[in-house]
């Protein structure tokens, strides 16, 4: 469709009208570039933009809205269920039997000597909080 002005006929706003419902279902990526930049039809700079450097940049920014949406729903924290903590990537699974080994490897005297060298050095750390019995 092409909208021509030829002097024998006069410009309705129905054909006009027509002719954008055309346009921006046709091209409706670049309907939306103009709407991003806020760049009327058929400016000088609406003119010289390519249709195929609007599509990279479309395509671009749903690759970069797919990332920020993944990313917020892999971080996303629910109050009261502590899946915070199942979120950690760098956990190690354990069966119930590997999980016994480590606890019968763990060298207590020597996680308390660190506790206590750690306190005299004056560093504070919660992770490790064995007392003497």
């Known amino acids: 469709m092409r909208l021509q002005h030829d002097g ?13 419902i055309w346009w921006n279902s046709t091209y409706p990526i670049d309907y939306w570039w103009r ?5 009327p039809f058929g400016s000088e700079a609406h003119r010289s933009q390519g249709i195929l450097d ?7 920014e749903l690759l970069v809205a797919e990332r920020a949406l993944k990313s917020e729903e ?22 119930t039997a590997q999980a ?11 996680l308390q000597q660190m506790d206590l ?17």
Do not use: H
């Open 8 to 20: 024998n006929k006069e410009l309705s706003i129905g054909r006009i009208r027509d002719f954008v």
């Open 35 to 39: 709407n991003k930049y806020k760049i």
């Open 54 to 60: 609007m599509r990279i940049e479309y395509e671009e």
């Open 74 to 95: 892999k971080s996303k924290y629910s109050p009261g269920r502590g899946d915070w903590l199942s979120r950690q990537e760098d956990t190690v699974e354990l069966t």
């Open 100 to 110: 016994s080994d480590v606890f019968e490897e763990l060298d207590i005297a020597k």
């Open 117 to 133: 060298d750690r306190e005299e050095s004056g560093v504070k750390d919660s992770s490790i909080n064995i007392k003497k019995r």
